[in-house]
């Protein structure tokens, strides 16, 4: 293979970003067809219970109105993979905001009308909203999310903490977050000829094809899912989403084609959220700080119609060494939307937990918090003993340690002073595993001397087409330009979702594949090429087939420095800096803005984000961009992403990790610890909002 | 949202016939919250009158060195003008410290007296509320009530008014113009908000068919210092938890004149009577300033979650009342 520094590695502009700033590029509500009708859908506006009657009169008498879909005239659905996609099928409310009708017209305007005058009665029942860490109807699952066993221990933890000449005890709380992505969830669905075409605002379209394949009980070859541009995700576009499958549904019902785009106010409920989280981790060190045990324990919230565990305590079996640990999941089943993905589920909740109570550690021993994470660095991965194909977590520490100006620091709290300002910094680790599937990919050749790659990869504003094109190019030997990269739409080679920050790692094995097996192919080739070309058809199946013999993560350090206003208690941002380790770099463009991207979302979650369930009502409070903060560019200062070189032979043909979601995981804690530095109070509740500080304050 | 019919009359008297002739009609400015609450299907008018581009968008001296600010004035380009900036910082820094950029370029002086309380139960038609609904309940009491009110509120209702630019006047001795059917009257902008006694869906002392022609700025005092100062969740683009505007000057190390607003703690913005009147002629001490704002706060009833903004708003005004002495002193 070429390794032409002209492609991989390169910051590569993104190839539809001049689509993108010039509005040219269409996203999934932007395919409107002719005679298309428009959806709206109406939410329960009870708790939980089940519905009784809906009256759809007043609504078809609404002008423009074609028709409204309820429970009692939807086309029958088999049983989705998801439960979340059994929508209009039955009666039942499980939570407050799920659709009870569908309302669709011939514009939006007058669905939206007519969704006003749906009258639907309810039967309620008693509501269970609210998760507390004594909940009765707590239980430890078999697995939390990503299919981690949900208990795991390892020696006697509890012994070998009540043993511990040093011990932190601490419990973190974390309220519900939402992803929120820009572009709301949209589909447009229409039939053809015996084929659904359904443009959707997906992570994945070949998951989203499967999905409605299984649901509309239909061969999948006759179910096409583009999702050409998608407007962000972080998760909650990861998974096929209701108003595919409704699209879908009108669209068969009524024979026009239908568009439903999602409300923001609607997304709340039922596009998932991070679960709350109850986090209790005890740690057990000698006065040297050298961890004996390390125990760290998730109380959490899923739905009623579907178990979904967030894996908090996953991290603490990756990260410290340890003889002695516990890791457990427990979880309630409420009456609350579904949870699912947020950027590195898991991770983000947990090394949150983790990371803070090494600060305090650190603080308990007088040991700098740089200093206690190298003393307990592992060998091996604690949890399974395996080796690491390469874990650079110390180098990424004291890397940045080197570039923030960490040795200058006065590690006494409370001790800085600018002004009214109170200012302090903190450090915490990061980690996200490294995650591949098996993907599809075909190359082709053409006469002219150009190139063409397909992948259904999904760019949701990562720069898919782009690094994909490097990767092809670099294997090609030729000029990124001279190949097109075809991606988004579930007619091209079969391939996984933008999510586990595992897509340029499964796309990019397929398109390396692809392009190294057309090599060969032209190499045997002689003569001018055929006017159709030349093209293969690859997939991985086989080098994801068997899990390697290794630990195989990226590791990554942030380092914090806030101010915190003593009059006000306003926590702000000053320097957020994160060094990472993440096997090879593929764009440093494309890479900085992700690794950037993670940090602001670990910010927000820190200082500004939070989803309060409304215990009489069931739904989350803040259902706007007004009322849930997203960090507003003010909120973000001076921001920094560096990476190592790191080059690990165990990963893929390109030697990268994914990057997508690692500038996330542990960023809140850096910024907790930052300010407890500059104040002096250990806050173990997010956000750190004024109302917080203000006790601790002079 | 609801079929309705627009209008764009050529004159305020034509606009204040329109008003008066349509019950449920509603003045349109920059419609920035308007608009989105006839989205929310809280406000459903059945005319709107545009009143954007009626001549109210000057901004001219009085004759007593106060300022005229014509009602479609945008509230980016009142903090931007050189006058306000200069004679009236607190109401330029109050309207920096509001919304966003895009929604400065667009929002109006009169609509942002206008503009309705962000508590989450009024916005959302789904849910009882008696500034909605008067009679169905107030939910904000016992459910998600954080950024609602501890001073003046009522069974009825907990709701704040959400402006920034009002505290600002408040404490400037502003008074709003209005024309209405049965004449021009002229009412302090203290005035012009309500508490929500047992009628919480009247925001103000407005009446039907009444439109904001103008704002009316006193002239500055002499030797008078003042400042906005405004704490929230985030950076930018976050309703005030609270907020204060301060106006003072200081003769013979005591205070002379105060003037003293809260912003985020009530269904109006928050004139400090019982400080001011304490403050006046006191000394320019911590401690004074303490026992004063303290007084003021005392008749502070916090509900289970937004205590803190009783000590955040008494940290705010303190701190505002020695910034202001420190800078009195060196002019």
């Not at chain 1, 009540?162 to 709301?184: F, K, Q």
């Not at chain 1, 084929?195 to 070949?206: A, E, I, M, Y």
């Not at chain 2, 966003?100 to 309380?117: C, D, E, K, M, V």
Request: include cysteine.
């Amino acid at each position: 293979m070429s390794d032409s520094p002209r492609a991989l590695g390169a910051p590569a502009v993104r190839r539809e970003g001049r689509d993108k700033v010039t509005g040219t590029a269409r996203y999934a509500a932007e395919h409107t067809a002719p005679g298309c009708l428009y959806g709206w859908i109406v939410p329960a506006t009870v708790p939980t219970g089940r519905v009784t009657a809906i009256r759809t009169a007043g609504a078809l008498a609404v002008p423009g109105v074609h028709t409204v879909l309820t429970h009692d005239n939807a086309p029958r659905l088999k049983e989705p993979d998801d439960p979340i996609l059994a929508v209009l099928q039955d009666d039942r409310v499980p939570h407050r905001g799920w659709p009870v009708a569908l309302v669709l017209a011939e514009s939006l305007e007058s669905a939206r009308a007519g969704a006003d005058a749906v009258y639907v009665e309810y039967a309620t029942t008693e509501h269970d909203v609210v998760l507390t860490g004594d909940h009765p109807g707590l239980y430890t699952p078999k697995e939390a999310n990503g299919g981690h066993p949900a208990l795991r221990e390892r020696g006697d933890a509890m012994s070998a903490f009540d043993a511990a000449p040093v011990r932190i005890d601490a419990t973190y709380t974390l309220r519900g977050l939402h992803n929120h992505p820009m572009e709301p969830h949209a589909s447009t669905a229409r039939w053809a000829d015996g084929h659904l075409t359904v443009h959707d605002s997906s992570q994945g379209s070949t998951a989203v094809r499967n999905s409605l394949a299984t649901a509309l009980g239909l061969d999948r070859d006759r179910i096409t899912v583009i999702s050409e541009h998608v407007g962000g995700g972080f998760g909650s576009k990861g998974t096929p989403r209701p108003q595919a499958v409704l699209a879908a549904m009108a669209a068969r019902h009524t024979g026009h084609p239908v568009q439903l785009a999602l409300p923001r106010r609607y997304m709340a409920a039922i596009v998932g959220h991070r679960a709350p989280t109850l986090q209790r981790v005890r740690l057990g060190a000698d006065r040297d700080g050298v961890l004996s045990s390390v125990s760290h324990e998730i109380v959490t919230h899923t739905s009623r119609i579907k178990e979904f565990v967030e894996q908090a305590a996953v991290p603490a079996r990756v990260m410290y060494a340890s003889p002695h640990s516990r890791t457990e999941h427990r979880v309630a089943a409420l009456d609350v939307p579904s949870p699912s993905w947020m950027r590195a589920p898991g991770e983000a909740s947990g090394m949150y937990a983790l990371e803070s109570a090494m600060d305090e550690l650190a603080c308990a021993l007088g040991i700098d918090p740089v200093e206690l994470r190298l003393r307990n660095e592992p060998r091996t991965e604690p949890d399974s003993g395996l080796p690491f194909s390469s874990r650079n977590l110390t180098a990424c520490l004291s890397e940045g340690a080197r570039r923030f100006g960490w040795s200058d620091r006065d590690p006494r709290p409370a001790a800085r002073q600018e002004g009214p300002r109170l200012l302090g910094t903190g450090v915490a680790s990061a980690t996200y595993p490294v995650l591949v599937s098996k993907a599809a990919a075909s190359a082709q050749a053409a006469p002219d001397g150009s190139y063409r790659v397909g992948v259904n990869a999904t760019d949701i504003g990562t720069g898919a087409r782009t690094v994909l094109a490097q990767i092809a190019a670099s294997v090609l030997d030729t000029p990124p330009d001279n190949v097109t990269i075809d991606i988004g739409s579930s007619d091209l080679p079969t391939a996984p979702v933008a999510g586990g920050s595992s897509g340029t790692a499964s796309w990019g094995s397929a398109v390396h594949k692809a392009a190294t097996t057309l090599v060969r192919r032209l190499a045997e080739h002689s003569g001018p090429l055929p006017p159709e070309g030349i093209g293969v058809t690859v997939d991985t199946g086989e080098e994801t087939a068997q899990e390697p013999p290794y630990a195989r993560h990226a590791f990554g350090a942030h380092f914090a420095e806030v101010a915190v206003d003593s009059l006000t208690g306003e926590v702000r941002v000053r320097r957020l800096l994160g060094v990472y380790a993440a096997g090879r770099i593929l764009n440093s463009r494309t890479a900085r803005s992700q690794f950037i991207g993670g940090m602001v979302m670990g910010l927000g979650m820190a200082l500004t984000e939070g989803s309060t369930m409304d215990p009489a009502f069931g739904d989350f409070t803040e259902s706007d961009l007004a009322s849930y903060h997203v960090p507003s560019c003010a909120d973000v200062p001076d921001i920094q992403a560096h990476w190592l070189d790191e080059d690990d032979p165990h990963l893929n043909p390109m030697g990268s990790k994914g990057i997508g979601e690692i500038g996330t995981v542990g960023t809140a804690a850096a910024i907790g610890n930052a300010v407890r530095h500059a104040t002096g109070a250990r806050l173990r509740e997010l956000s750190l909002t004024p109302d917080k500080l203000l006790p601790y304050l002079p | 949202m609801k079929p309705f019919a627009y209008l764009r009359p050529a004159t305020v008297s034509e606009a204040v016939r329109a008003g008066a002739g349509h019950p449920g009609s509603r003045f349109l400015g920059g419609g920035t919250n308007l608009v989105d609450l006839m989205k929310l299907g809280v406000e459903t008018p059945g005319l709107l009158i545009d009143v954007s581009r009626l001549p109210l968008d000057g901004m001219t001296r009085t004759d007593d060195g106060g300022l005229r600010i014509g009602a479609t004035v945008r509230n980016s380009d009142l903090a931007a003008h050189p006058e306000v900036r200069n004679h009236w910082p607190a109401l330029s820094q109050a309207l920096l410290a509001g919304a966003s950029g895009q929604l400065r370029n667009t929002a109006t002086t009169g609509g942002n007296l206008l503009q309705r309380t962000r508590c989450p139960y009024f916005q959302d038609v789904s849910k009882p509320c008696n500034k909605r609904i008067p009679g169905s309940g107030c939910p904000a009491r016992e459910g998600t009530h954080r950024d609602l009110a501890v001073l003046g509120h009522s069974q009825d209702c907990v709701a704040t008014n959400p402006s920034d630019m009002a505290v600002a006047l408040a404490a400037l001795d502003a008074t709003v113009q209005l024309h209405g059917p049965e004449g021009v009257r002229t009412v302090q902008v203290t005035d012009f908000h309500r508490l929500p006694a047992d009628n919480p869906d009247q925001d103000t002392v407005i009446r039907p068919g009444e439109l904001i022609t103008e704002v009316v700025l006193p002239p500055p005092s002499a030797g008078a210092v003042s400042l906005y100062r405004k704490a929230r969740d985030r950076a930018s683009y976050a309703f005030a938890l609270a907020s204060v505007a301060a106006v003072l000057s200081v003769r013979d190390g005591r205070v002379d004149r105060i003037s003293l607003a809260f912003g985020g703690l009530a269904h109006r913005p928050w004139r400090a009577r019982v400080a001011e009147d304490l403050l006046r002629g006191a000394s320019t001490t911590g401690d004074a300033f303490a026992r004063a704002v303290d007084a003021e706060l005392a008749a502070a009833r916090p509900l289970r979650d937004n205590g803190f903004k009783v000590d955040l708003a008494r940290r705010l005004a303190i701190g505002a009342l020695v910034e202001l002495t420190t800078r009195a002193a060196s002019t």
